[in-house]
């Protein structure tokens, strides 16, 4: 199994401009969670699905920041209009589980540097 | 105030010693508490889940223990590794009435030197 896949893993982009982290969970799984990582407020929990369907958005911090997942194997996280304070690592993870209490697997992250 | 606090923030051993990292919680109740491992550069790695009702779980050189009394748990790590260089993340799953919700830890940097 290929676990969890992310792309970019990489982002550089100018304030203002618009970011789509994507996120390939493994198969199987019914659940998916991004998550967010800085130094200052280390790992925060986004947003989760379970059946492709958003259960708790709460974490999500504004407007701005939008997620989807159209199908089982895809799901993205969109930024717009991102602004520096976004700069963070960007981690989806999926779980064979229906909520935040089981075991999830981590992709590598996608970190975004905006400038 | 962060309910889930790890200590130390970091620590620096030499490689073969062991060591342990804390995790003092307020949440309750709870469902479970995880232990995970995060190399620099990569997401985190799960190493240990415990139910409120197990004390002690173990996975090869880590062992996690939790005291649901007092509300704290520890990672002992044995015989340490260069590879164990790394952010050891607590993450504590909370029950309410609208489901679960996780409350993490800061984490705490490891360092392993030769």
């Known amino acids: 199994d290929a676990g969890v896949i992310q792309s970019p893993r990489h982002e550089v982009t100018e304030m203002g401009q618009e970011v789509t982290l994507r996120c390939k969970p493994i198969?199987?799984?019914?659940?998916l969670f991004w998550y967010r990582q800085t130094m200052m407020r280390g790992l925060e929990l986004l947003i989760y699905?379970?059946?492709?369907?958003?259960?708790?958005d709460s974490g999500m911090p504004e407007d701005r920041f939008s997620a989807k997942m159209p199908n089982a194997s895809f799901s993205t996280l969109k930024i717009q209009p991102s602004e520096p304070r976004d700069s963070a690592v960007y981690f989806c993870?999926?779980?064979?589980?229906?909520?935040?209490?089981?075991?999830?697997?981590f992709g590598p992250g996608t970190r975004l540097t905006v400038t | 105030k962060n309910q889930v606090e790890q200590s130390p923030q970091s620590l620096i051993i030499l490689e073969g010693k062991n060591c342990t990292l804390q995790c003092n919680y307020t949440v309750s109740p709870f469902s479970n508490l995880r232990w995970y491992k995060q190399d620099t550069g990569r997401g985190p790695v799960s190493l240990t889940i415990m139910t409120f009702s197990e004390n002690t779980k173990s996975n090869g050189r880590y062992t996690a223990t939790l005291d649901a009394d007092t509300k704290q748990s520890s990672l002992h790590i044995t015989a340490s590794q260069l590879s164990d260089s790394a952010s050891y993340i607590c993450v504590v799953t909370l029950v309410y009435n609208a489901g679960n919700m996780l409350t993490f830890g800061g984490g705490t940097r490891l360092m392993v030197k030769p």
């Open positions: 993870a999926s779980s064979p589980g229906g909520d935040v209490g089981y075991e999830q697997y």
């Open positions: 699905f379970n059946n492709n369907v958003p259960i708790d």
């Open positions: 198969s199987g799984h019914n659940s």
